[in-house]
């Protein structure tokens, strides 16, 4: 790569050189530029093939090139081949997540330029290319998702036809089809965004193509001599629609199919919309006669349904479906963020138009579903129609206001009555026929209707004495009550329509599933007459209210028979009867929460029905009153809750979202009630809150698809923070939740790092918390200050473990005096504590110490403390000579960089106590990986919970948000005493002899180098080795420690700052004490090279050129600079013409390359090993 990338610069120049500035065309043809970037592309090394897209991506960043057709085959080929690597599009070192890949961001800019730049003639044929280029091969989920959102960008433009519809379908359909289904469905956003920017727009078209529809031959008739050849083409085309041929009638004939219904809706309404483009700054009542022209054949023939009783059946259902079609196509529009005023006017017209037909229609409906004129299998999709149209006309009416009697108030009563009637007739043992089978079905389905009607507008409940009929017949069900198959010989046409027993199967799970929806409309009505058990009421005016056991045995025999799809009504039902029973049956109540959760477990990977019957599923199982009687009677119910909480959660680990709907449910339901007694259950169940708090896996990251256990968190810290501190409930809770904490058996769960963290020094987040939670209870708690000196006081061994976190503590002794007004005994007693750890062996505790006596000391000078006097010599004289230490030793460094360090220097431990400081900075500060930091932003957009107004908990007042993450680590000895004697080699005792010097006089460097070098008995060197070149303090630390032990006369580094590195520090172990170091930053490089050369120095770099001479044939000069390279670019080809001599390293491997550190300690020992064997040969 470093031979490579000086010379992608020119190359830049070469494609200045090929285009002409007078015409801007090629001057020689670009393949010959394009074969450079081939060659990069296929490179094996994949940081060349990155740098090679890169820079490609860059060309029109600076100029604007010809177009050329090689240039769009080269992107769609080879560029695109590259593209599908997806190590291409990692993030740079330092970038935060979500911030986006450097190449993904090029490649979208790339993309836009270039197709703004395409002429119109080309621009469509090039995107439907570089679209099928994404289904010709297999492609990973990441550089999809990047080129679906550079596609996504590309402004709006007509360059799609039905052609690039079908490739966009491909890619959906074939390529991204094995993919996660997250970046799946983020590539699959991105592609409906850019099919909806790319694609000819319909409406365009038509308002541009008006002009070409052909005028029917009826044009003249009136009205259409006004209107555009489109408006009487739409016109013409529902008028052909609502026809019904004479060939396709009969009273058995199935129900047209619902696309053709469909489409005509669209085209009503996008030649709406076009008529809305014309007259958009004109009057506004034109679109409501073009509406109106468009819709009187359908409204002129709903008009007529109550009158003609003759009306062919296929006419009617065709109207009915456009009518559907209409609303629900319009309302779709009407969510769109688009063109909203048009959208919302033309929705409304619709609706009113719609109104007006509402009593033919209404009185249609109830003569089909009454009259006995629905008797075939077929029939049963018409009813099905009838009722949604029904439903439909409702939500209109409810939408404008209810008035009683209008057309669907005067509906309901006989729709309902004519029911019952017919439900009552074949109760009566008559021979199950067909016609009356499906009349049952029929006058079922219109029944639970109506309840959910009534359920929704209690306004359309009649008068009482008609309503108790109604209830006492529903209640008088004979649930779940196989409806028998129809005899085959009276009707030989429902073997034809559905024969199999699967066919009659799923009618007869529909007249169920109504049964229950109609019952769980009566039991949520009659709530409060259900009896705790069915020995209070001997004779049962409701029988299915005032005898739950046998309703809830019928539920659970209901649970058996329905398909998963037809099971929300009885968890409705179960919801109701269980808190009833749970005292008097609880046994009953647990096999309905076994068998209602054996469904639900069963459903798992089944998604369109999964989360509605999950979400019913909790609301039946957790209901507020359920909880609160199971915990108060503490039976086997209680246990059995808890053993189905403990389930969800473990599927939650493999099921992302379903911890978030039960946690979400019960803590509102705990919030809303708002009193003792929800409290008191939340109490029972703490287990929830506490497994909330600690979920997700935060150590196995390749396990964690979505950060969904972010909201799991955030849904129980934000009920945390509602509750009251001054409410006893509320703090009975809270107490509880901390001892069960503490108490619950953590092993091998990620909350153990939290205790152990107290002990160990590599759970850096966890000692601050730690540390944070001592200060606020002292602050809080004053009292226990002498339990805290205690702390102070055990065995020297055991505080090994502990020391530095009570220290850190201490030195916020400002903030836990606070509101103590008598301060002197306390600090009197901490300066006594400080002293003695001043003094420890240990160099982590005593620069722990020093910090917390230097707060100290400066709280005690504020106060003036007469006592403290005898102690200020020798207290001022210690800090000073800390901060007067001389040299560039690691004692001082350590001691700036703790002072230095937000805990003790920005940190505020009331004033960030906030949910920012707790979930995104302190563990951005103390390095914890990205992945765990919650911003705050998470916990404003989950509003499931919303907390008050004036709730100032969310930001930190402070700077600690601006801050960076530092390099110093809380570091203590070990976990226990055992860990601390191993550990003890490295703090209580030097690994090496590193002789301390506490000043160093401020002399040349270099006459401190030779006078060290005479007094060691060391000869002096002439070598100079520059590493300014080199980027790793690793390299660089290794590097000074070579250097030293062979007696280098100096190390020219790029950045003096460098030696403070951590890093460089523990590969260096003090060598940069005892060895010069220059600084020359590399622009300097050139000057600085010439300059030795002057002074007689020869240049020698270790490069791997044409002409680099063998190392081991090379012979080296007295005076030799080593100029190394850069760890990945080597040396640039400005400073090798400045170079003398480049000497190479023979090497054997495949690998063509060894690090820069081991190349530079090889040649360092070789100059040493020659001017050894030179001093030898002239001694002797």
Not at 406 to 429: C, F, T, Y
Not at 621 to 650: N, S
Request: hydrophobic fraction near 40%; charged fraction near 20%.
């Amino acid at each position: 790569i470093h031979v490579i990338k000086p010379v992608l610069p020119k190359l830049n120049n070469l494609f200045e050189y090929a285009v002409s500035e007078e015409n801007g065309c090629w001057l020689f043809h670009p393949s010959w530029h394009l074969c450079i970037y081939k060659r990069m592309f296929e490179s094996e090394n994949k940081i060349l093939t990155k740098e090679g897209v890169t820079h490609f991506l860059e060309l029109y960043e600076t100029r604007v090139l010809p177009f050329s057709a090689e240039f769009s085959e080269f992107i769609i080929g080879p560029l695109m081949d590259a593209l599908s690597e997806s190590s291409l599009y990692s993030r740079s070192p330092g970038q935060l997540i979500g911030s986006g890949s450097p190449l993904g961001l090029k490649l979208q800019k790339f993309l836009v330029t270039y197709i703004s730049l395409l002429p119109e003639e080309i621009k469509s044929s090039f995107l439907l290319k570089f679209i099928q280029k994404m289904t010709s091969r297999h492609w990973c989920a990441i550089p999809i998702l990047f080129l679906c959102k550079a596609l996504a960008n590309i402004p709006r433009c007509k360059a799609l036809g039905i052609e690039g519809l079908l490739a966009l379908r491909d890619v959906l359909q074939c390529t991204m089809i094995t993919h996660q289904i997250l970046l799946r469905g983020a590539a699959q956003c991105y592609l409906l965004q850019a099919a909806m920017n790319l694609v000819d727009v319909l409406c365009d078209w038509l308002r541009v193509n008006e002009s070409c529809f052909r005028r029917p031959s009826t044009c003249s008739s009136i009205g259409l001599h006004e209107t555009s050849s489109l408006n009487a083409y739409v016109k013409n085309l529902v008028q052909e629609y609502i026809k019904s041929p004479a060939w396709e009638g009969g009273e058995n004939c199935c129900m047209p199919d619902w696309l053709e219904a469909k489409l005509v809706a669209m085209m009503v309404l996008l030649a709406i919309d076009v008529e809305g483009m014309k007259s958009q700054y004109s009057e506004k009542r034109r679109t409501q006669n073009v509406l109106r022209i468009f819709l009187d054949p359908l409204l002129d023939a709903l008009v007529k349904f109550g009158t003609n009783a003759y009306m062919p059946l296929l006419k009617t259902d065709r109207c009915l479906q456009l009518l559907l079609k209409l609303l629900h196509t319009c309302l779709l529009k009407g969510s769109s963020t688009q063109d909203v005023a048009p959208t919302d006017e033309v929705c409304t017209l619709l609706q009113n138009f719609v109104m007006s037909t509402t009593e033919s229609i209404s009185e249609f409906i109830l003569r089909r579903l009454t009259m006995k004129e629905l008797s075939s299998v077929s029939d049963l999709d018409r009813c099905h129609l009838y009722l949604m149209v029904l439903t439909e006309l409702i939500n209109l009416h409810l939408k404008v206001g209810w008035k009683r009697g209008n057309p669907i108030w005067r509906v309901i009563s006989p729709l309902k009555n004519a029911s019952i009637r017919h439900l009552q007739e074949m109760d009566r043992g008559q021979e199950p026929t067909l016609g009356r089978q499906i009349q049952r079905v029929v006058s079922m389905a219109a029944l639970a209707t109506v309840c959910e009607a009534i359920d929704q507008k209690p306004e359309l409940q009649l008068d009482s004495q008609d309503a108790g009929a109604t209830e006492r017949f529903l209640s008088s069900l004979q649930l779940n009550q196989t409806l028998q198959k129809p005899h085959t010989e009276e009707d030989g046409s429902f073997f034809e329509e559905s024969s199999s027993s699967q066919g009659w199967g799923k009618i007869v799970a529909q007249y169920i599933h109504d049964q229950w929806v109609c019952l769980s409309f009566l039991l949520k009505k009659y709530h409060t007459l259900i009896p705790a058990s069915e020995d209070e009421i001997l004779e049962p005016i409701l029988p299915a209210v005032q005898m739950p056991v046998r309703t809830l045995q019928s539920a659970l025999e209901a649970l058996t028979i329905l398909p998963s799809d037809q099971v929300l009504p009885v968890f409705h039902c179960m919801k109701i009867l269980v808190p009833k029973l749970l005292t008097s049956s609880e046994s009953l109540c647990i096999v309905s929460f076994d068998m209602a959760w054996k469904i639900i477990a069963s459903l798992s990977n089944t998604q369109l029905i999964f989360w509605s019957n999950l979400k019913a599923f909790v609301q039946f199982v957790f209901d507020p009153k359920v909880l609160t009687i199971a915990a108060k009677i503490k039976g086997q119910a209680y246990f059995k809750i808890k053993e189905i909480m403990y389930r969800i959660i473990e599927m939650s680990t493999i099921k992302t979202g379903v911890f978030n709907i039960l946690i979400s449910y019960c803590c509102k339901s705990w919030i809303v009630s708002a009193s003792n007694v929800s409290l008191s259950t939340a109490k029972n169940y703490s287990e929830l809150v506490y497994e909330a708090c600690i979920f997700g896996t935060v150590f196995r990251r390749d396990q964690s698809t979505k950060r969904e256990d972010h909201y799991v968190r955030i849904c129980a810290v934000k009920f945390l923070c509602l509750l009251d501190g001054s409410n006893m409930s509320h703090k009975l809770f809270m107490e509880d939740l901390a001892i069960k904490l503490l108490e619950k058996n953590f092993l091998n769960r990620i909350i153990d790092k939290i205790f152990q963290a107290g002990f160990i020094s590599n759970q850096a987040s966890i000692k601050y918390f730690i540390e944070w939670i001592i200060i606020l209870i002292l602050h809080k708690f004053p009292q226990f200050l002498p339990k805290f000196w205690d702390c102070f006081s055990y065995g020297e061994e055991n505080l090994k473990t502990s020391i530095c976190t009570f220290l850190s503590a201490l030195s916020h002794l400002d903030i836990i005096t606070e509101n103590i007004p008598e301060k002197k005994l306390i600090l009197k007693q901490a300066l006594i504590i400080v002293l003695h750890w001043c003094f420890n062996h240990n160099f982590s505790i005593r620069l722990y110490a020093l910090v917390a006596l230097k707060k100290i000391w400066s709280m005690c000078k504020t106060l003036h403390i007469e006592e403290l006097d005898a102690l200020t010599s020798i207290i001022e004289s210690s800090l000073n000579q800390v901060e007067n230490m001389h040299g560039a030793g690691n004692a001082k460094k350590n001691w700036q960089r703790i002072q230095e360090h937000f805990f003790f220097a920005t940190f505020h431990p009331l004033k960030d106590y906030c949910l920012e400081t707790i979930f995104y900075i302190l563990p951005r500060l103390s390095g914890l990986v990205e992945d765990e930091w919650i911003a705050i932003g998470k916990f404003t957009r989950f509003t499931d919970i919303p907390l008050d107004a004036g709730f100032q908990w969310y930001l930190s007042p402070t700077q600690l948000c601006e801050l960076k993450p530092g390099d110093w680590s809380q570091q203590d000895i070990g976990s226990n005493s055992g860990e601390a004697d191993n550990e003890s080699e490295w703090s209580d005792v030097q690994k090496k002899i590193i002789p301390w010097r506490n000043s160093v006089p401020d002399l040349d460097l270099e006459l401190v180098f030779q006078d060290r070098a005479a007094k060691l008995g060391k000869s002096l060197s002439r070598l100079i080795v520059v590493a300014s070149l080199i980027d790793k303090p690793t390299n660089l630390g290794g590097l000074c420690r070579t250097c030293e032990v062979f007696g280098a006369s100096a190390l020219v580094v790029g950045n003096l700052q460098c030696i403070r590195d951590k890093q460089f520090q523990h590969l260096s172990v003090s060598a940069e004490q005892w060895l010069p170091l220059v600084e020359v930053k590399p622009p300097q490089l050139i000057d600085y090279l010439q300059q030795k050369k002057a002074e007689g120095y020869t240049i020698v770099g270790v490069e791997q050129t044409v002409k680099s001479l063998d190392l081991t044939q090379y012979c080296f000069p007295e005076k030799s600079l080593l100029l190394l390279g850069n760890e990945r670019e080597g040396i640039p080809a400005n400073l090798i013409q400045q170079v003398d001599v480049c000497v190479e390293i023979p090497q054997q491997g495949i690998t063509r390359s060894l690090n820069v550190h081991v190349s530079g300690a090889l040649l360092v020992w070789e100059y040493t090993r020659q001017q050894l064997l030179k001093q030898g040969d002239a001694g002797s």
